[in-house]
């Protein structure tokens, strides 16, 4: 690792003059934007850490009685893999220019990631006529936080979304979205590995 | 190439033209610091007040009839709260993160200038948020500013119908903030770097608010966690941290909860929160020191090591807050190894500090006065520190007064003392003016012996066992009458300590104004923000073209040079030797 080599330098010692020695060694070739979205990815992964470890906590207590699992949940899950499925393939397009590619792949993506965040909503739906309310029992009101502050950040990145596909439909070059089609397939991948835990957390406790 | 061309791009630049553009809506660093700086000292002298109020009532109790107990807890808990995140986090991150990160690795901006202009409202959006409790029925939350549930929610605490919401609401919103804020920073630092500025030819100061920027990264999402659950609890009646309980008669509707589950939580948050400030305070005043000792840092790859060991182990040492909620015995043990481990990182620091004052030749200005009362008082902070780690001696103690003597040396004096020296030190590049030496130093030794006046007889009034969180101490056996006069004393120091912050607010305003001006380097110092073409630098710092490094940040007193400092952007051959031949520096 040249973070570890590099805190090893001697910076008091004369280090030859060449003036390109050093500048931004560990970070090459990655754009600001990727390490800003892979910082934030690491903020949002200690936010969802830190519920499911209350989550665990607070399971042991005398009060807690799980929910019974929704069938739509795992047509979600389908749906929001699909949605992850393609925006690797347009982000492999963007990667070739393929511009009317590009164009098919982000608005199949958001409608599929629409349809997510609709079949979540049916799910609340479904629980809450069935009787299991927010504040019934601490198993629900994890149901409840966990799955609206997932789909929170889906809807933050919908926001992300709209911007990169409206540029697109009017017309600018694959290459203008080209990183913004990437950094959208890495927060969707990143989503769905968060959801498939918050799933594999709900169904099995 | 192995830097970043962001940096070097003429396009990247955005110039503002009108006032509005330059000052108010402003994408530039520098403005966005100073308003940064600005915001967390107005709210700032808002919580300086209300401790103000707190040591009238705790030092002539039954004398002022409009503070009443309610109102008494109010005021502790803003005071708590606005320091610790309004101010420190927001003054040293948001502030001095925000001016010298840019400057000091010879960028142009952050790299996302937008976002960190968007971070400064967000952050003043989130201190109106927090001030409207002020103004709202029942006031602000008097919960502590640990806001510890069950009882920051229930009724019987003041400020528990909206004060506690607001709390909540703005801690929320200051969180979101503080992560644009952060991750721009940390963006940078890495990104950013001109030509030859490797990490370890970073000054300390930015590394130590590197090192903070990413423990508040991961640690103030604890707390948001925290505030989302408490909030549900509050107002949709879920029973995350709320247990099973009777209030004022009455059974609520809240089941088995776990208010120890919150404690976990903010803690978590809490303790790294402490190393946030510290960190930087640690970084710039290794900066401050060096400059006006005129002798490099000593163990400069220690020092950069002892940051990123104290930021590591501050995750692993939360528990030692919560040794009195009745813990397994165990569990205290471990946490209270892991503090006491922290205790040696930290010692390497302090010891570096005053070996590189040995023997330097020393400049007793007005920043170099402020870092070595920082010395002083963090030392002594530490020291009890080592008290109220062990399990066995925080236990009698932790409801006294010691911890308040405590916490106000190592967390309070101490990072002030660092704010003022940086202030101070950095005042001439910030405003290109000199402040006034003789406010300055008066200002300094009002203040150094003052807070020593106020702590001080803190310890003693804690191993009597004088209680904190009392409104008052009404008739008490175990206390003599000497308790009470000392608590008066103490009060008279804390007014006479907050008297003379308003010599320094005036300091630095009536320099603003009418101070004399300075050139771009009146310390002679060798970091890269005193080297701008202009002072204070122009937007985009460097003029056309951005410095190259081809040393470190230290290099002060070095034999054979003609001045006692090398800027970190001189290439070797235009250094003076005294022989004439041409500088290439040194090997050990």
């Known amino acids: 690792m040249s973070f570890f080599k590099s805190i090893f330098e001697k910076p008091w010692n004369y280090q030859g003059d060449d003036p390109n020695f050093g500048g931004s060694e560990i970070a090459q070739g990655l754009h600001p934007k990727r390490i800003a979205l892979r910082m934030f990815l690491a903020v949002v992964f200690v936010i969802f850490m830190l519920f499911i470890v209350a989550y665990f906590i607070r399971m042991e207590l005398d009060d807690w009685s799980p929910m019974p699992e929704s069938n739509l949940l795992w047509v979600n899950s389908l749906l929001l893999f699909i949605c992850s499925v393609i925006m690797q393939w347009t982000r492999g397009a963007a990667k070739k220019g393929g511009a009317q590619s590009v164009k098919y792949g982000m608005v199949a993506a958001g409608i599929f990631t629409l349809a997510f965040v609709y079949g979540q909503v049916s799910a609340w739906e479904e629980m809450n006529n069935a009787g299991y309310y927010l504040a019934s029992n601490p198993a629900n009101s994890f149901f409840y936080v966990l799955t609206g502050l997932h789909g929170l950040h889906i809807l933050g990145g919908l926001w992300v979304w709209t911007r990169s596909t409206f540029k697109v439909l009017s017309g600018a070059e694959v290459k203008a979205v080209k990183l913004s089609v990437e950094l959208c397939s890495v927060y969707w991948h990143f989503l769905l590995l968060v959801w498939l835990v918050i799933f594999a957390l709900l169904s099995y406790t | ?588």
Request: glycine residues 8%; aromatic residues 16%.
């Open chain 2, 1 to 588: 190439m192995s830097y970043i061309p962001i940096a070097d791009q003429k396009d990247e630049m955005h110039d503002p033209h009108s006032f509005i553009a330059k000052y108010v809506w402003s994408m530039d660093h520098k403005v966005i610091a100073i308003q940064y700086g600005t915001i967390a000292v107005a709210v700032g002298l808002v919580a300086l007040a209300l401790s103000a109020l707190m040591r009238l009532q705790l030092g002539y109790p039954d004398t002022f009839a409009f503070i009443d107990p309610a109102e008494y807890y109010q005021y502790v808990t803003m005071h708590g709260m606005i320091m610790v995140v309004y101010l420190l986090t927001a003054l040293f991150l948001g502030g001095f993160g925000n001016y010298l990160i840019p400057l000091q690795i010879g960028a142009r901006d952050m790299v996302f200038p937008f976002l960190n202009m968007l971070s400064v409202w967000v952050y003043l959006l989130s201190v109106i948020i927090l001030m409207a409790s002020f103004f709202v029925s029942g006031g602000p939350t008097g919960a502590g500013w640990t806001l510890y549930p069950p009882q920051a929610i229930t009724e019987g605490t003041p400020g528990a119908d909206m004060g506690i919401i607001l709390m909540l609401a703005s801690l929320a919103v200051f969180i979101v903030a503080f992560t644009m804020g952060g991750l721009n920073y940390v963006t940078t630092v890495l990104q950013a770097r001109t030509h030859g500025m490797t990490l370890m030819r970073m000054p300390l100061s930015v590394w130590g608010i590197f090192v903070a920027t990413i423990l508040g990264l991961f640690a103030f999402p604890a707390l948001f966690v925290s505030a989302i659950m408490m909030s549900f609890d509050k107002l949709l009646g879920t029973s995350f941290f709320m247990p099973a309980m009777v209030s004022i008669g009455e059974t609520l509707d809240h089941t088995g909860g776990s208010p120890v589950l919150f404690q976990h939580l903010f803690w978590f948050f809490g303790h790294p929160e402490v190393y946030i400030v510290a960190l930087p305070a640690f970084g710039l005043v290794s900066d401050v020191l060096s400059c006006h000792a005129r002798k490099n840092i000593f163990g400069y790859r220690m020092m950069v090591w002892a940051i990123v060991a104290i930021g590591g182990l501050s995750f692993i040492v939360w528990a030692h807050h919560m040794y009195v909620s009745g813990m397994n015995p165990y569990f205290g043990f471990f946490f209270a190894f892991t503090t006491l481990i922290i205790a040696v990182p930290t010692a390497i620091k302090v010891y570096n500090w005053v070996l590189t004052l040995w023997e330097g030749n020393i400049r007793l200005t007005v920043p170099m006065l402020f870092a070595c009362g920082f010395i002083f008082t963090f030392l002594h902070g530490g020291l009890t520190g080592i008290f109220l780690g062990n399990v066995t001696v925080d236990l009698p103690l932790s409801d006294t007064y010691f911890v308040i003597a405590h916490f106000h040396m190592v967390m309070g004096v101490s990072p002030v003392m660092v704010l003022f020296a940086s202030i101070y030190h950095w005042f001439p590049k910030m405003s290109g003016k000199m402040f006034n030496v003789t406010l300055g130093k008066i200002h300094f030794w009002a203040t150094f012996f003052g807070t020593y006046a106020i702590y001080l007889p803190m310890h003693y009034l804690g191993f009597l066992g004088v209680p904190r969180r009392y409104y008052s101490m009404g008739t008490t056996e175990f206390l003599p009458e000497s308790a009470n006069t000392l608590n008066a004393n103490i009060t008279m120091a804390a007014i006479w300590v907050a008297v003379f912050q308003l010599v320094f607010i005036f300091n630095i305003i009536w320099s603003l104004w009418k101070g004399k001006k300075c050139d771009g380097n009146p310390w002679e110092a060798t970091s890269l923000e005193w080297q701008t073409p202009e002072n204070p630098p122009a937007h985009g710092n460097w003029g056309p073209e951005l410095p190259t490094v081809y040393r470190w940040a230290y290099e002060y007193s070095v034999p054979g040079v003609k001045a006692d400092f090398v800027p970190q952007n001189i290439a070797p051959e235009d250094v003076e030797t005294t022989d004439g031949k041409p500088y290439i520096g040194h090997e050990d």
